[in-house]
């Protein structure tokens, strides 16, 4: 669709007036006296400003507001002496310990190296195990930007308390920054195996730490090995190890150490569960599958009916990446299905059954069937609230997929209501605004969209702002509007898995008006249509004038990514890469640059 820019530029202007505002109610207020302070350094008066500091320092319970003023000003004129004076006898009246700080910082800029040396010394034997004491050293330390200072005094307080993981967060994260990367995963390592609760924390400052940086990747893969000898059976460590095999794309490796650790520490196949969740996530759909391979092998010692879920996780993965045709891998997970359902109870309060309910929709298209197992749900979580909120949105889509709208909309009501301030609720009402919008009611539906854009959840808050802008920038005043509403049921036969009467609309309304503003998103309806009928070359054509013709459109990026995706499907990585390629370097913003790093990075 060609995109107008005035609703952008009103946007961006907005932005950038909100975010003037909102800098300068951030921004101190530059006080009347400052204000002198700063024009006497101008016309270089500094006696004057000299005076004028001596006056405005108060001894009082004020003192912290004016010092930082004071000391700011004589900075800049690099009058040290008088900030020294003022610092010693702010000492001498208030005994306060991190002026010690400032007292050594000013000594520095003094080049009165003894001193400075002398006072940094009285600051590390203030240092007594006092947390207080210590982190308000630190942030002096750091507030002028001294980290090593910083870390001189986090390392003393280690060593008073000898207690090597207190302050391992703050002390990683300056080691890193000042590229004293082995003392920094050491200091991350201790504190994990210590407090192996932190470990998702510890996780994310080693990605800090790593940047993807093949060297410090080796690096953390070093440190980690090194303190494994010392203790191979900690957990924690075995953990982050498998993770750092995760980043670098090593699942067998990976897959061996949980295998071995299961079997030393006997632990009856618990992590290797979670190795396929993790392999599952990242795409890993072959160690996935070893992995279960091994649960199997060892069946006696394991639940076999988790097993069958993670079978089930597999193959819905497996049936995904195959666009939903692979045939014999839907045998596979009807089969499942069937053998999970025989313990009745908890294939109900699991959630399985809702599980199984999506999959008859999205892939086998049996809405009846469905609709009879989302009754059945229905009446056992009456005392289920959550539950029972899930499956009356299911039973809403199979109604308006087997047209039934207005019934439909009822139970998006009901659910909408009684979850008002969750995430179901804002699910429910973006549901009520997608049938407002696929049986043209526009004006109502783009209402309750404007509300959705703030959804907590995000997906649901992209999805209403991408409808959204589609109704805003179609509008016109034609109050039928007859373009806006056959490509609404185009896109509704899609939704009710009606491939070859959406084409036929959609083919007649590109002959009609190839000019009209709506043609790409028409041609990217139409690729998605091809797609679901297993038409792939046509799909390819369709993306193809989007890349070329509407190059500069909001959906060209679009395009790009599901042009990738197919490819990768029809196992043509090359064309897949040239894909990424071409999204990352012309569309830098996009929201699919993840997925093409995430592909680039591992050829």
């Not at 000299?50 to 004071?70: A, M, P």
């Not at 507030?143 to 005094?153: M, R, S, T």
């Not at 190795?275 to 599952?280: E, P, R």
């Not at 070329?548 to 990514?561: F, G, H, I, P, R």
Request: glycine letters at 4%.
């Amino acid at each position: 669709m060609k995109r107008t820019t005035t609703n952008f530029k009103y946007l961006l202007f907005t932005g950038l007036l909100v975010g003037l505002f909102t800098c300068l109610q951030r921004a101190p207020a530059q006080t009347p006296w400052k204000a002198k302070a700063l024009e006497l350094l101008q016309k270089k008066e500094l006696k004057a400003l000299h005076n004028l500091c001596k006056q405005h320092i108060t001894f009082d319970n004020t003192f912290r507001d004016s010092l930082e003023e004071t000391l700011s000003i004589l900075d800049s004129s690099k009058n040290y002496s008088l900030a020294l004076e003022i610092i010693n006898k702010g000492i001498q009246t208030f005994n306060y310990k991190d002026l010690w700080v400032d007292k050594y910082i000013f000594e520095q800029k003094a080049l009165l190296s003894k001193q400075a040396n002398n006072t940094l010394q009285s600051i590390l034997d203030f240092i007594n195990g006092d947390d207080m004491l210590t982190t308000q050293l630190a942030n002096r330390f750091q507030h002028y930007n001294d980290e090593p200072g910083a870390i001189l005094v986090y390392e003393r307080a280690t060593s008073i308390l000898r207690n090597n993981y207190v302050y391992f967060g703050p002390l990683s994260k300056l080691y890193a920054r000042n590229n004293r990367i082995p003392e920094a995963l050491e200091t991350l390592f201790n504190g994990g195996i210590y407090l192996p609760n932190q470990a998702e924390e510890i996780k994310a400052s080693l990605l800090d730490i790593i940047e993807d940086d093949d060297i410090k990747l080796r690096q953390c893969q070093k440190g980690i090995l090194k303190k494994l000898n010392e203790q191979p059976n900690n957990a924690f460590l075995n953990d982050l190890l498998i993770w750092i095999y995760a980043l670098k794309n090593d699942w067998d490796q990976a897959l061996l150490l949980e295998e071995a650790l299961d079997s030393r520490l006997q632990e009856n196949g618990q992590r290797i569960f979670k190795f396929i969740d993790l392999a599952l996530k990242n795409n890993a759909l072959k160690s996935a599958e070893d992995a279960l391979n091994y649960l199997t092998s060892n069946a006696n010692s394991v639940d076999a009916r988790l097993v069958l879920l993670k079978r089930l996780s597999i193959s819905q993965s497996q049936l995904k990446a195959s666009l939903g045709y692979d045939t014999a891998v839907r045998h596979t997970i009807n089969d499942l299905y069937t053998q999970l359902q025989k313990d009745t109870i908890q294939f109900f309060e699991e959630g399985t059954a809702l599980d199984y309910i999506s999959y008859l929709t999205q892939y086998e298209h049996q809405y009846k069937k469905a609709l009879q197992l989302v009754n059945k749900c229905l009446e056992r979580y009456t005392n289920d609230r959550a539950l029972a909120g899930i499956a009356k949105l299911w039973k809403g889509d199979l109604l308006l997929l087997l047209n039934k709208p207005w019934e439909a909309s009822l139970l998006y009501s009901q659910v909408e209501k009684a979850f008002r301030e969750d995430a179901l609720g804002e699910e429910a009402r973006y549901k009520n605004a997608k049938l407002a919008y696929y049986t043209g009611e526009f004006d109502w539906a783009e209402g309750q969209l404007s509300v959705l854009k703030t959804a907590t959840s995000e997906l649901i808050a992209n999805d209403a702002l991408k409808l959204s802008m589609l109704l805003i920038e179609n509008k016109t005043n034609d109050s039928v509007n007859w373009e806006m509403q056959a490509y609404a049921k185009a896109d509704f036969l899609l939704f009710q898995n009606k491939p070859k009467e959406a084409l036929q609309l959609i083919d007649s309304m590109c002959k009609q008006n190839p000019s009209h503003p709506l043609q790409d998103d028409f041609l990217f309806l139409k690729a998605s249509v091809l797609k679901t009928i297993n038409d792939f070359d046509g799909a390819i054509r369709a993306l193809e004038i989007i890349k070329k013709e509407y190059n500069k459109d909001v959906l060209a990026d679009d395009a790009l990514n599901e042009l990738a995706n197919i490819y990768l499907y029809l196992k043509n990585d090359a064309k897949a890469k040239e894909c990424y390629e071409e999204l990352l370097e012309k569309h830098t913003g996009s929201t699919f640059v993840n997925n093409a790093r995430l592909f680039l990075n591992k050829k």
